[in-house]
């Protein structure tokens, strides 16, 4: 990004190679939608090469283009309409007692990171996320997606480690409660 | 510690975030908790699910970026060789071009008396020399004089830049010839 501040286009040609295909993931999983992530994505890389000039390197370099991506998004987001709040923090599947009503996989069951995610499946997952508050979809995203830690999240998100910590749980209660019965079947 | 407390503590083991105390109180839970032991196992679930949604690189997506970033000038170009470049790679190849030339031109008007050439060349020789105000003229062929000329010409980069070709040589990329020839180096405009 230096080189490329400094008037290399090979250096933005080389960093566009390495992170566009971070950045329209991520732009998909956060619009749900293909053509909003490719438009999206355009906007991100404007962005990145519009603020070139006043970029300095205070944090990882994927730490700070994953912000302009969320930004970028979000404001997108906002654009068609989202409020960010369609679905309550809490879920009125969820039973009184705090346990979500999925059937138990039993003891034999594989490692639940083996699932098959077949197509079904993963449209009902990109459906349920969607459906998430922004701040929480965009925390579960970047944590589990993208593999940012804790602390990288909060950088990109502007808040602390806690609130993370907080918004992923909640993202998970949210996905599981509309999930269960695919992930039980 | 109850479920609904240790339930968030769960998330952050999941994802390898929780303290050493925050996991060791989880592991003495699950320990005793089979309800939160399946919790614990769909929360890993469903975090794997998220990778499964990649969507892909649409067709024509790093084309297009790079058309839009340089629409609006937020892309440096790429590197032209401008004139004085040009001028450092021209000469000293014109030059060799034309030692090499030189070198291989039979002099005839140098060995000329010696020469058992045909008559019509010792008619030449024996012609009344050129006017030449350095007075060597009677050495030199017709060649040899244009091969001076063009050591002169080289030798005077102003006249060689005359011909205005090295302005518009480019050597990566076409342009736009309305471009300036001399783009400012290391830096982007329009930003």
Known sequence: MLLFREGSREAFEELFSRHHRAVVRFAWRMTGDPSAAEEAAQEIFLRIARAAPTYHPTAKFTTWMYTVARRTTLNYLRDTKEDGEKVPILSAGEAEDGVFPVQLPGPDDRNPEQVVWEAQLTERFRRALGELPEGHRAAFVLNRGDGLSYEEVAQVLGVTVQAVKTRIFRAREMLLSRLSKDLSA | ?191
């Not at chain 2, 390898?16 to 929360?43: D, F, I, K, N």
Request: glycine share 8%; hydrophobic share 35%; with cysteine.
């Open chain 2, 1 to 191: 510690m109850g479920c609904r407390d240790i339930r968030e503590s769960i998330s952050a083991c999941v994802d390898g975030e929780a303290s050493p105390g925050e996991a060791a109180a989880v592991r003495e839970h699950l320990a005793s908790c089979e309800r939160c032991r399946v919790l614990e196992r769909q929360m890993r679930a469903v975090g794997a699910g998220v990778r499964q949604v990649r969507g892909s690189v649409p067709d024509r997506f790093r084309e297009e970026v790079f058309a839009r970033l340089e629409s609006e000038g937020a892309l440096p170009k790429r590197k032209k060789v401008d004139s004085t470049t040009w001028r450092w790679v021209a000469v000293p190849l014109a030059a060799a071009a034309a030692l090499g030339f030189f070198l291989l031109t039979p002099r005839e008007g140098i060995r000329g008396p010696e020469s058992p050439g045909p008559a019509t060349a010792r008619i030449e020789t024996s012609s009344p020399p050129a006017p030449s105000p350095q007075g060597n003229g009677s050495a030199l062929s017709a060649e040899d004089r244009e091969m001076l000329a063009m050591l002169d010409l080289l030798e005077d980069p102003e006249a060689f830049d005359a011909t205005d070709d090295a302005e518009r040589m480019e050597l990566l990329a076409p342009g736009n010839p309305a471009d300036s020839p001399n783009p400012p180096r290391g830096g982007r405009s329009g930003v």
